[in-house]
């Protein structure tokens, strides 16, 4: 289990707090020290069944500067997930990748009902 996270993001530091908590063995990765590849994006995508805007940080200083709210609909998911790979600060995280389950943001009843057999 790959639990993609920025340390500084309080909403990171529930999420490792709750996976602890529950004893979920899981391999932590810093988001800004090891970006998410586009192949890696494009697989999580796929695989998690959101709306690829899900994948965006869109609270994020980035987001806001580049304009993004208004550009990505004019954009093609093949631009956007590029867009993504460039810079991990626009990805939208928690993350939580466990073989074909993407689980993106942390809300604690999905996270849940997700990992915890």
């Known amino acids: 289990m790959l639990f993609i996270c920025y340390p500084k993001c309080s909403t990171c530091q529930k999420a490792k707090k709750w996976v602890d908590e529950h ?5 932590e990765r ?6 998410p590849t586009y192949d890696e994006l ?8 959101l709306p690829l805007k899900k994948f965006f940080n869109t609270s ?20 956007q997930l590029q867009l993504l790979a460039t810079n991990g600060m626009l990805v939208k995280r928690p993350l ?6 993407v689980i ?11 990992l915890i057999k």
């Open 23 to 27: 004893n979920i063995k899981y391999t």
């Open 30 to 35: 810093h988001i800004v020290d090891a970006n």
């Open 42 to 49: 494009k697989d999580w995508y796929s695989k998690s069944g």
């Open 60 to 79: 994020g200083l980035i987001y806001k500067e580049m304009q993004l709210k208004d550009k990505l609909s004019t954009m093609s998911e093949e631009e």
């Open 96 to 101: 939580m990748v466990n073989g074909d389950t």
């Open 104 to 114: 993106v943001g942390f809300k604690e009843a999905e996270w849940a009902e997700k």
